[in-house]
């Protein structure tokens, strides 16, 4: 069983906001990098799946 992370560009704040639900209403966290929002996402799925 996976788990989806969807990612939105704030171009006024200029950082990718990370969610777990497409609505935006399950929010994750935030990165400054698509590198760094990989390491978010892998990091979140690893404390849902522990």
């Known amino acids: 069983m996976g788990r ?3 990612v939105k560009f704030d171009k006024g704040a200029e950082v990718y906001e990370l969610f777990a639900s ?3 209403d399950d929010y994750i966290g ?3 990098t698509l590198t760094e929002a990989r390491r978010v ?3 979140w ?4 799946m522990n």
Request: glycine share 6%; aromatic share 12%.
């Open 45 to 48: 799925a690893n404390d849902w």
């Open 41 to 43: 996402a892998r990091d």
């Open 4 to 6: 989806e992370v969807w």
């Open 30 to 32: 935030c990165a400054d």
């Open 22 to 24: 497409e609505a935006g």
